[in-house]
């Protein structure tokens, strides 16, 4: 059975990290730059995020929803070097690329799979960890297997290893990205070196994979074998082509939220929504909530999850002291302990998230590591106190010695 589209696209997320020291520059470059447009929010105008977030995050992601016309032109005002020192003290910013030309993209040769680029963003957050969003939605919107076979070749497209000749001529062919010949060369152009592989130990080779299809009624209705959509799915959630043979085999429930005519699926490197058109709030309700209010939910638990792996990192490369374990405790305080949202599907998805994504499991793996560390920082240092102690004693006792020899 051909399954066939109503409506589909899929974001694939690029993180990359910028130093500390390089992180206002970096914002000057993207400002500087005429094809990027920093994100405006507006409350009239999102009143999904508006509605979505409690107050702690949404002020954090979304600072520009508070943003007044006087404030707005005042900010119009600064030159670039200052408005990249305001926005780098933002605990998120949020970039437009200009897509110039409506011209089709493709993928491999003449019976490739053709798709448009719809939408650019940059996302950064303070800690220097950002992404890169790109919107992808195929030219001929008809068989699932095509959004099949494009994810599992595009989330490809960057790797340097594990290539079957099928990758070797991947280009992407269009206009809208400054006539631009290959996706290394679109990286480099927006990321520079990306020092994130070495320093939050994630892969970024493989993109991460967030994608909405929704089917025909035909194809997902009352008289559907589920079977056929649950093997379909998993392909889907797994990333892997239309070719490959799936056996029997029930969805896990830790990964896999389901409500009729819904399936949502959550793993490491992916986050795809499978749904029916039988449902009209599946094309006009969720279509849109995807992509906005879930997707940046998405971003945010994916943000605290690599910065704890830096911030692994960065104890793992140096000795503890007050510096590193405040950072810590200060991500504790700030963002950990936060709720994201009360919207019931939210927190559904927060479960899903933080589950796959093991963000418990590495925030108490690292809790305890420095703890252990602080403590022996905190021994090592008392020893040097009492070490000191016992040496000045001892240079006092010295001297009242020679006092004493001298006044006789």
């Not at 500087?32 to 995050?57: A, H, M, Q, S, W």
């Not at 994608?211 to 056929?228: F, G, K, M």
């Not at 709030?281 to 910065?307: A, G, V």
């Amino acid at each position: 059975m051909e399954l066939k589209t109503k409506y589909q696209y899929t974001y694939f997320i690029y993180p990359y990290l910028i130093e500390k020291e390089d992180y206002t520059n970096y914002l000057y470059s993207l400002l500087k730059n005429k094809k990027c447009k920093l994100k405006i929010f507006d409350r009239k105008k999102d009143i999904g995020l508006d509605t979505y977030f409690l107050p702690e995050v949404k002020n954090k992601l979304f600072w520009s929803l508070y943003l007044t016309q006087n404030g707005l032109k005042s900010y119009e005002k600064m030159d670039n070097k200052m408005k990249a020192n305001l926005l780098s003290k933002e605990y998120s910013t949020f970039f437009e690329y200009t897509v110039q030309e409506d011209v089709p993209a493709k993928i491999g040769e003449e019976n490739g799979i053709f798709f448009d680029i719809l939408k650019v963003e940059i996302v950064c957050f303070n800690t220097g960890i950002c992404f890169l969003l790109i919107k992808t939605v195929l030219n001929s919107n008809e068989s699932f297997s095509d959004v099949l076979n494009f994810n599992y070749k595009f989330r490809d497209i960057h790797s340097k290893t594990s290539h079957t000749k099928e990758y070797d001529n991947i280009k992407i062919q269009t206009q809208k990205l400054n006539n631009m010949q290959n996706f290394e060369e679109f990286l480099q152009e927006i990321v520079g070196k990306n020092l994130l592989e070495k320093k939050a130990n994630t892969d970024t080779e493989r993109l991460i994979t967030y994608s909405y299809v929704c089917l025909e009624q035909d194809s997902w209705n009352e008289n559907t074998d589920l079977a056929i959509i649950e093997k379909e799915f998993e392909k889907y959630l797994s990333l892997l082509p239309a070719s490959e043979n799936i056996d029997d085999t029930a969805l896990k429930t830790s990964s896999v939220y389901k409500e009729k005519y819904l399936y949502y699926g959550f793993s490491n490197n992916s986050n795809v929504l499978m749904t029916s058109a039988i449902n009209i709030k599946n094309y006009t309700n969720i279509l849109f909530q995807h992509e906005n209010e879930w997707l940046y939910h998405f971003l945010y638990d994916l943000h605290q999850k690599i910065y704890l792996k830096k911030l692994n990192y960065e104890i793992s490369k140096d000795e503890i002291n007050e510096k590193t374990y405040k950072k810590f405790l200060n991500f504790a305080k700030n963002d950990w302990a936060y709720e994201i949202t009360n919207d019931v599907k939210g927190k559904i998805l927060e479960k899903y998230n933080r589950n796959t994504q093991n963000l418990d499991e590495i925030f108490e793996k690292i809790r305890s590591k420095y703890d252990l560390l602080y403590k022996e920082y905190e021994i090592e240092k008392s020893k040097k106190r009492s070490d000191w102690f016992i040496i000045i004693i001892a240079i006092i006792t010295i001297i009242n010695v020679l006092i004493s020899v001298i006044r006789k």
